[in-house]
């Protein structure tokens, strides 16, 4: 549900009306819908624009409240959606320690670029349009999601860090990025929960099936799994059999 900036110009011309010549007041404009013309149109067409209207005054906000600030606090991944300059679009996932997807203010994210498979498909959408959609979903405690919509851009992470000097430094090799994604928050609301699944952490195993903070077998409790010993490859590396030409 992104607010289209045209359609609500558009909106607010007809709001607006004719122009006024005889000297009276104009009438105050109403104030224009979230969302897209697109969206406003299949609204109609399938009846369902009270409940949209609905939803638009009590969930979508154009900042991020305290509680949206809180549950970024906790997330460990987001999948990121941008486009590039003619439309074509690419979603990607993001992941990190808790809260690594920061709020700077109301107004403002920003997540570090770590190191990925160098081709910087979102990076690039990035430079030539600078429109993203994030997705966070609360897999395993609270069952809910968050979108937010807004403008992005590229920061260095020494420009960064001198706006922001509070910001953490990764001492894992490999986990120090070179640059940061700023967005600009446009839009958020609710994902609800109705039909994202419940899962259940996993502990990684070591030598000796204990766990990583020593667990008998890996598992932190009841109903949590382990995972394959610390050794397994856990990388994709050719997983779909596409370098070795696999049918």
Not at 33 to 51: D, I, M, N, Y
Not at 213 to 222: I, L, M, S, T
Request: aromatic letters at 6%; glycine letters at 12%; charged letters at 25%.
């Amino acid at each position: 549900m992104r607010t289209d900036v045209r359609a609500m110009t558009d909106e607010r011309a007809l709001a607006d009306g004719p122009a006024v010549t005889d000297g009276t007041a104009p009438a105050k404009p109403s104030a224009p819908r979230p969302g897209s013309a697109g969206e406003h149109a299949l609204q109609k067409r399938f009846g369902t624009v009270e409940r949209a209207d609905r939803f638009y005054a009590e969930q979508t906000l154009a900042h991020l409240n305290s509680a949206m600030r809180d549950f970024l606090a906790r997330q460990e991944m987001f999948f990121l959606a941008t486009a590039d300059a003619s439309g074509a679009c690419d979603n990607s996932f993001r992941a990190g320690p808790p809260g690594f997807l920061r709020a700077l203010d109301e107004r403002t994210l920003a997540y570090p670029e770590y190191r990925g498979n160098g081709v910087l498909a979102s990076l690039g959408n990035i430079e030539e349009n600078p429109r993203v959609g994030i997705l966070l979903v609360d897999f395993f405690r609270d069952r809910v999601g968050l979108h937010v919509n807004g403008r992005a851009r590229l920061v260095e992470d020494a420009e960064m860090r001198t706006a922001h000097p509070g910001l953490p430094v990764e001492e894992a090799p490999g986990r120090r990025a070179p640059v940061w994604v700023e967005i600009t928050v446009e839009e958020a609301y609710v994902h609800c929960g109705k039909y994202i699944p419940l899962l259940i952490r996993a502990r990684e195993s070591g030598a000796g099936g204990a766990g990583r903070a020593g667990e008998a077998g890996g598992a932190g409790g009841a109903g949590e799994p382990a995972l394959p010993a610390v050794g397994s490859r856990r990388k994709g590396g050719d997983y779909f059999g596409t370098a070795a030409g696999r049918p």
